[in-house]
């Protein structure tokens, strides 16, 4: 069974320009959430979507946005890239929007994309 | 792949040894927590859990601990292998205003390098 699939696994951009990174969850899985993660950083959390509505929202400036299909794919946009911008962003897959009482939501994870702004 | 590991703490240990690994977490309110594996050019990977009513959990060759007193999570690994050389982070359930969501706040991470 294929896992979290993300495209492209590299980009390079230069400041102000803007980029679209997609991502496709485990088949039956309804919600993706975005993570970025800065080299030698623990992941940040920037959404999350759920039935194609936005769950959750990140301490991320408006710059960035993301959208979730009825596939349940989605993408995460970035605006005005700035060289800070320059990170992995991981997806990660859930059944569900929310942990389950008695039991976890487990989260899987893509192997993500490489931006790097110059 | 790129290195993970840059600037983080780092445990080195001998094939064959335990490893313990800490982390100190944020918010109180958290009652569920994650320790992920992340090997370089990989996103992280689950390794096991554990929810707030609970103070250890087990699994295969790895043991949680949780204390909720000084908010501190612990993650042990016994005989350790040159394969769970990677970078270790612990993760908590955030309880935003509305109920559980799936936002997870991360740790640092800490380096494990298995020497053989």
């Known amino acids: 069974d294929a896992g979290v699939t993300q495209s492209p696994t590299h980009l390079i951009k230069t400041r102000g320009q803007h980029v679209t990174l997609r991502c496709s969850p485990i088949s039956g899985h309804k919600s993706v959430s975005w993570y970025q993660q800065v080299l030698g950083q623990g992941p940040q959390f920037i959404f999350q979507y759920y039935e194609k509505e936005e769950r959750g929202r990140g301490n991320f400036p408006d710059r960035f946005s993301a959208r979730q299909f009825p596939n349940y794919s989605s993408e995460l946009n970035v605006n005005a890239l700035l060289l800070g911008d320059s990170a992995l962003y991981l997806c990660?897959?859930?059944?569900?929007?929310?942990?389950?009482?008695?039991?976890?939501?487990?989260?899987?994870f893509g192997p993500g994309t490489r931006l790097t702004v110059l | 792949g790129e290195n993970v590991g840059l600037h983080l703490p780092t445990l080195s240990v001998q094939e064959g040894d335990n490893s313990i690994i800490n982390c100190a977490y944020s918010?109180?309110?958290?009652?569920?927590f994650i320790w992920y594996k992340q090997e370089s050019g990989k996103g992280p990977q689950f390794i096991i859990d554990?929810?707030?009513?609970?103070d250890k959990r087990q699994g295969q060759r790895v043991t949680v601990l949780l204390n909720k007193t000084v908010k501190h999570l612990s993650l042990q690994i016994a005989a350790t292998q040159p394969g769970d050389s990677a970078v270790y982070f612990c993760?908590?359930?955030?309880?935003?205003?509305?109920?559980?969501?799936?936002?997870?706040?991360f740790g640092t991470g800490t380096l494990l390098a298995v020497q053989p």
């Open positions: 554990i929810r707030s009513n609970m």
């Open positions: 990660a897959s859930s059944l569900t929007d929310r942990v389950q009482r008695g039991g976890p939501n487990e989260q899987f």
């Open positions: 993760a908590e359930n955030f309880m935003n205003y509305g109920g559980a969501t799936n936002k997870l706040i």
């Open positions: 918010n109180s309110a958290s009652d569920y």
